[in-house]
């Protein structure tokens, strides 16, 4: 009876609920006159009674989805009958609402991302008669199924990978644009990889490096060794340093060659404000203190390392002498 009470003469209107079961099903074409008036009356329902009129929609959308033929009752593809509301809840639906959502079937579009200029999205409201609206001309969005592409191996992330490129640009000397220079060393860089890893670099290319007119004139370098500059420039690419391998600890110039080396990268890092990397050679140096700390050299490493402003690596140098200080001090009375 909810589907055809505005089309039979009755007392009431709507009936009592007891009416019903007098009545029989109603013609298709008798409940969708039924449907064309609820949608004429739809401003004059008062907020009150709104929910029992969106009731008698559902229930006339309903009944229309049961028949077999309704495609078949003339203007009803066309009709603009479709409440296409956000939501079922129908305590938040107001009266406003219902003027702006009314739309054709065939305007519709069930499984769409998004609405179009073309056709707007079936929303909640109208997704329990899809099967109804399918067969007045609403279509459906279909998905293709996604390709099978065969998986890749990665080993890196592409920013690693995006680095690794940079880094073998540098070597082989593609789209760099500044070159130092110590002794016979020339190294090119990428400045924008040089400005972010040291803070002095930075200041230099933003102020008297920046002002040169010919970037491929090769910068002397004064206060760095040619193998602190290069792992400068390895570790500004990479976050890493190749440290000096000590193949023979019993070796004494080999051990004075990569002590030298170090405390060199040490001074190096201080000097332009790269404390990563300061942080990184002063802990490697303690870490082998036992191979490069001595009797005969802690007076010049301590030396080495206040001038660094290592000072870790101080304190390591002044307990070593407490605790040997009688070595020490023989050393120091042979020289």
């Given at each position: 009876?909810?589907?055809?009470?505005?089309?039979?003469?009755?007392?009431?209107?709507?009936?009592?609920?007891?009416?019903?079961?007098?009545?029989?099903?109603?013609?298709?074409?008798?409940?969708?006159?039924?449907?064309?008036?609820?949608?004429?009356?739809?401003?004059?329902?008062?907020?009150?009674?709104?929910?029992?009129?969106?009731?008698?929609?559902?229930?006339?959308?309903?009944?229309?989805?049961?028949?077999?033929?309704?495609?078949?009752?003339?203007?009803?593809?066309?009709?603009?009958?479709?409440?296409?509301?956000?939501?079922?809840?129908?305590?938040?639906?107001?009266?406003?609402?219902?003027?702006?959502?009314l739309r054709s079937a065939k305007s519709l579009c069930f499984n769409a991302p998004l609405d179009t200029h073309v056709v707007e999205r079936a929303k909640n409201f109208l997704i329990?008669?899809?099967?109804?609206?399918?067969?007045?001309?609403?279509?459906?969005?279909?998905?293709?199924?996604?390709?099978?592409?065969?998986?890749?191996?990665?080993?890196?992330r592409p920013i690693d990978q995006s680095l690794t490129a940079i880094r073998n640009m540098q070597k082989n000397g593609r789209l760099t644009d500044i070159t130092f220079e110590v002794?016979?060393?020339?190294?090119?860089?990428?400045?924008?990889?040089?400005?972010?890893?040291?803070?002095?670099?930075?200041?230099?290319?933003?102020?008297?490096?920046?002002?040169?007119?010919?970037?491929?004139?090769?910068?002397?370098?004064?206060?760095?060794?040619?193998?602190?500059?290069?792992?400068?420039?390895?570790?500004?690419?990479?976050?890493?340093?190749?440290?000096?391998?000590?193949?023979?600890?019993?070796?004494?110039?080999?051990?004075?060659?990569?002590?030298?080396?170090?405390?060199?990268?040490?001074?190096?890092?201080?000097?332009?404000?790269?404390?990563?990397?300061?942080?990184?050679?002063?802990?490697?140096?303690?870490?082998?203190?036992?191979?490069?700390?001595?009797?005969?050299?802690?007076?010049?490493?301590?030396?080495?390392?206040?001038?660094?402003?290592?000072?870790?690596?101080?304190?390591?140098?002044?307990?070593?002498?407490?605790?040997?200080?009688?070595?020490?001090?023989?050393?120091?009375?042979?020289?």
């Open positions: 009876m909810r589907v055809l009470w505005s089309q039979r003469p009755l007392l009431k209107d709507p009936p009592d609920a007891y009416v019903y079961k007098f009545v029989g099903p109603p013609p298709m074409d008798v409940v969708f006159k039924h449907l064309e008036y609820l949608i004429e009356i739809r401003t004059s329902v008062p907020d009150s009674e709104l929910s029992d009129y969106l009731k008698d929609l559902q229930a006339t959308y309903a009944f229309l989805q049961d028949c077999p033929n309704t495609s078949s009752i003339p203007g009803i593809r066309d009709a603009k009958i479709w409440l296409n509301l956000p939501t079922t809840e129908l305590a938040s639906i107001s009266s406003s609402q219902l003027d702006g959502a329990p008669y899809e099967s109804l609206l399918r067969k007045l001309g609403c279509q459906t969005m279909v998905r293709p199924s996604r390709p099978s592409l065969a998986a890749r191996s990665h080993n890196q002794g016979e060393l020339q190294i090119s860089a990428h400045k924008i990889f040089m400005a972010a890893a040291s803070e002095k670099f930075q200041r230099q290319l933003l102020g008297p490096w920046g002002e040169r007119d010919d970037s491929q004139i090769p910068i002397p370098i004064e206060d760095l060794t040619a193998k602190s500059l290069q792992h400068i420039v390895d570790f500004a690419y990479t976050g890493e340093v190749r440290w000096p391998v000590l193949n023979n600890a019993e070796d004494i110039d080999e051990v004075a060659d990569n002590l030298d080396e170090l405390l060199d990268l040490l001074r190096g890092a201080d000097r332009w404000v790269m404390e990563t990397l300061h942080d990184l050679t002063e802990r490697h140096l303690l870490d082998r203190s036992e191979s490069y700390v001595r009797p005969d050299n802690v007076d010049s490493v301590k030396e080495a390392a206040a001038e660094a402003r290592a000072k870790h690596l101080v304190r390591h140098c002044d307990e070593f002498i407490r605790v040997n200080r009688q070595f020490v001090q023989d050393c120091r009375d042979m020289k």
